[in-house]
């Protein structure tokens, strides 16, 4: 918990309240829960009372902004001390430092104060320089050479005039370089006009050629996408290119100005007088030695945090989607992890996902056991009842499809339903500890057929198994910060499992680790509990596991299920600690608990004021009746799997013009891409999602929807699919795509038509092809 004194608390909920668009009574209750040691998921769905119903996103947002503003005060406490123990503290400097709103504006504040090692410029006020550097700047009728020979002493290291007028050109340049309002000034000025201008290192041009777009590249910092930039700051860390930040289009004029800021910021004139000349070549030395290049280093680090913050909220938007995908449900499946050589690992899970059964078949090349492998398969689905087969989307995954139809076809008396897995992330998972513990004497290979399999029947309960970042649905996710990859990621699946609910009597000890309040350890626990005594009969029996006390289980009880139990609300999302309202509702409705669970239309006379107390408000009660409506609903959609079109298996079957069924794998912020069920995914670009105009991708498309495109080109030398949406667009004429892969640049508008009037409209012109094609080159490039 903060030990911030109390006015600075208020001042930070003040300040998150504004930014998230609550009430600052709404944000200091928000804080004290987090300080309690709520969680998120339980303070959004069981402490709405207190603070005002903020959602899961608010409350998300304030929790990062919490941190960072605290640390910001944590800061701000350091240098007043700093500055205060050198004796150089002024009430008009304690003033700057308390009114900073961020931590760039703490550090120039900071910079004249902060110890560094000795330099230029204090090697040269130790000389008495100083005096020189002053007089010149208050009196430029003084001629700099004749002013600087009074200062000449070869016993302090100034062993003419010319020495003199370097040392107190230096002491200006630092002076300059450390004034906190100069350089906020000039640092939003760059912000706003600067411009990234990336080029190839000499004889890189080769062995660079994924970043060939950007051999020669410039635009506006402020404005460059987040993907672009990431590709940028790849391409310079592997040494094929180099990034300069210039001021403006026109850099000499941009670089002109700025001098001319610092000259204005110093008082200096240029007037023809003796040391007018001198002074402004110091301004010029001030922005190019020190001023311009501690900004470039500032605002590449100010852009590339706004780039990474949007790289990984697109990254914990796909993981959203990937985590709260449809269920297939408690149905006995068949899951193949494709192969060829190797051949096509088999694992049979019935209904709770116990492994029941495992093989290996070899259908395809060099074995070509075809029948035999239709043989084994069937005799399997038949002797464990299997319902669904899931096929692993890797390496002969269309080739396995094929199979697995042809089983289906061969034995209609089986009644099986086939679909294509995502499969990132399994072999993570085969290789991993937690793998080891639930399938110590399985062979890895097979362990990822288990994972298939289980993914179709609950992809949140398996993929919770894997660290996110392996899932792999993000973009330039090894360029960004890992810390806050990991911690973004993590909140979004704790969010996913906490919306969905979590059975504790057949969760793995990973599923219930993410559980409100559950640390690993206590999740484990719970797990070899659950083992020596059975299933769990009533929620309040967690409080026998060990080290799960009142605490803990007042954050997890409200998200764990135990169905068919002594307590039929234990089978729902109503927390133990809100029984008393439902009771109420027994005895005014004289209508027994087993008689309102399930009956809607009767639930949804009831009035909620009627049953709220001190407690209990409103909020509360709407959601309690809720859940007695449809008890344990599940917010995932309903199941249903992508039907991948017969004889298009390989890129190279693919035509222009083709309509094909496929599932989103991945959104980004220039487009989605899809798997159409050729090993290489398709892109739609943006401006290809919709007949309407699409600022968000996410808009109209998620991870794991199932969309029907038609194909716009193929680049089989690259392997890249231009796809759209709209499926009337006609694909690219021959003469477009060539244009395109010898790196056109896109049309700004996408390659749409342009009324008059600025809005969008359909063009009778084939939809921006080269566009498309420059767009999947740049979202491919080095990721």
């Known amino acids: ?103 760039s504006r703490l550090e120039d504040l900071y910079l004249p104060y902060k110890p560094k090692r000795r330099t230029r410029a204090q090697i040269a006020r130790e000389a008495g320089l100083e005096p020189l550097a002053d007089g010149l700047l208050q009196d430029p009728t003084l001629v700099p ?26 002491i200006l340049i630092e002076r300059w370089g450390e004034d906190a309002a100069l350089i906020g000034e000039l640092r939003e000025w760059l912000w706003n006009t600067g411009r990234i201008r990336a080029k190839v290192v000499e004889g890189k041009e080769q062995g660079g050629e994924k970043f060939r777009d950007y051999f020669d590249h410039a635009e506006p910092l402020a404005k460059i996408p987040s993907h672009r930039l990431l590709a940028l700051l790849r391409g310079r860390r ?9 001021p ?52 590449f680090a100010r852009a590339r945090e706004q780039a990474e913050a949007q790289a990984i909220a697109v990254f914990g938007e796909n993981l959203k989607d990937l985590l709260l995908a449809a269920p297939a449900g408690p149905r006995p499946v068949l899951g193949l992890d494709p192969g060829l050589r190797t051949g096509v690992k088999v694992a049979v899970v019935d209904g709770t996902g116990k492994l029941v059964a495992t093989d290996t078949i070899y259908p395809h090349e060099p074995r070509r056991q075809w029948d035999a492998s239709i043989a084994t398969l069937a005799a399997l689905c038949r002797a464990h009842r299997v319902e669904l087969v899931a096929i692993g989307n890797g390496t002969a995954s269309r080739e396995t499809d094929r199979l697995a139809a042809d089983m289906i076809k061969r034995h209609p008396e089986l009644g099986l339903r086939k679909a294509v897995v995502s499969e990132a992330g399994a072999s993570v998972y085969s290789a991993s500890e937690l793998a080891a513990k639930e399938f110590p004497g399985l062979d890895v290979s097979l362990r990822g ?34 810390y806050k990859l990991a911690r973004a990621l993590d909140a979004r699946v704790e969010d996913c499992v906490n919306a969905v609910g979590v059975y504790v009597n057949t969760a793995s000890s990973a599923l219930l680790a993410r559980v409100s309040g559950l640390s690993a350890s206590v999740a484990e626990n719970i797990v ?20 799960l006390g009142e605490k803990t289980f007042e954050q997890c009880a409200g998200f764990l299920r135990i169905a ?29 608990i087993q008689a309102l669970i399930g009956d809607g239309a009767f639930v949804r006379t009831l009035e909620p004021a009627r049953f709220t107390d001190e407690r209990f408000g409103e909020p509360t009660v709407r959601d309690i009746l809720k859940e007695l409506e449809k008890p344990g609903r599940d917010p995932r959609p309903e199941f249903r799997a992508a039907k991948f079109a017969e004889g298009v298996e390989d890129i190279k079957d693919l035509r222009e013009g083709m309509v094909l069924e496929g599932v989103v794998s991945n959104v980004a912020a220039f487009g989605a891409f899809v798997d159409i069920g050729v090993h290489q995914d398709g892109l739609i670009h943006i401006s290809a999602l919709s007949d309407r105009f699409v600022k968000d991708p996410r808009e109209v498309v998620k991870a794991g929807d199932i969309v029907k495109v038609k194909v716009l080109e193929v ?65 491919r490039r080095g990721d």
Not at 572 to 587: L, M, T
């Open 1 to 103: 918990m903060s030990q911030l004194p109390p006015a600075t608390a208020r001042k930070i909920a003040q300040t998150i309240a504004e930014e998230v668009g609550a009430r600052p009574e709404q944000a200091v209750a928000a804080i004290a829960l987090l300080d309690e040691g709520a969680t998120v998921p339980f303070i959004a769905r069981y402490r709405k009372e207190a603070t005002g119903g903020l959602d899961d996103t608010q409350l998300r947002n304030l929790e990062v902004r919490l941190a960072y503003l605290r640390e910001l005060e944590e800061r701000r406490a350091a240098i007043l001390t700093s500055i205060e123990e050198q004796g150089k503290l002024t009430d008009a400097l304690r003033a700057d430092i308390e009114a900073a709103d961020s931590k």
């Open 145 to 170: 050479e004749e002013f600087a020979a009074g200062f000449v002493d070869a016993g302090k290291g100034v062993a003419d005039a010319k020495a003199a007028l370097e040392g107190a050109r230096a």
């Open 238 to 246: 592997e040494e094929v290119l180099t990034l300069d930040l210039e």
């Open 248 to 299: 403006g289009e026109d850099p000499e004029a941009g670089h002109q100005y700025a001098e001319g800021r610092i000259a204005l910021h110093a008082g200096i004139r240029d007037q023809g007088r003796p040391a007018d000349a001198w002074l402004r070549n110091a301004c010029r030395l001030a922005w190019k030695a020190k001023l311009h290049l501690h900004l470039l280093i500032d605002l």
């Open 449 to 482: 057929a288990v994972s298939i399999a289980r993914r179709l029947q609950d992809p949140l309960a398996e993929l919770v198994k894997i660290e996110p970042k392996a899932i792999g649905v993000g973009q330039y996710q090894h360029d960004v910060d890992q």
């Open 528 to 547: 070899a509990y659950r083992d020596a005594n059975g299933p769990f009969r009533r929620r309040r029996d967690l409080l026998k596991v060990p080290r």
């Open 564 to 592: 068919g139990g002594d307590e039929p609300l234990d089978a729902s999302a109503v927390h133990p600690e809100a029984y008393p309202v439902v009771e109420r509702i027994v005895q005014a409705t004289g209508r027994p």
């Open 715 to 779: 680049d089989i030398a690259r392997r890249r699919i231009a796809l759209t949406r709209r499926l009337d667009d006609a694909p690219a004429p021959r003469g477009a795509q060539e244009q395109a892969r010898r790196g056109r640049e896109p049309r700004r508008d996408g390659g749409r038509g342009g009324r008059p009037g600025g809005g969008p409209a359909r063009s009778a012109a084939p939809p921006g092809n080269s566009a498309l094609a420059d767009a999947f080159a740049r979202a």
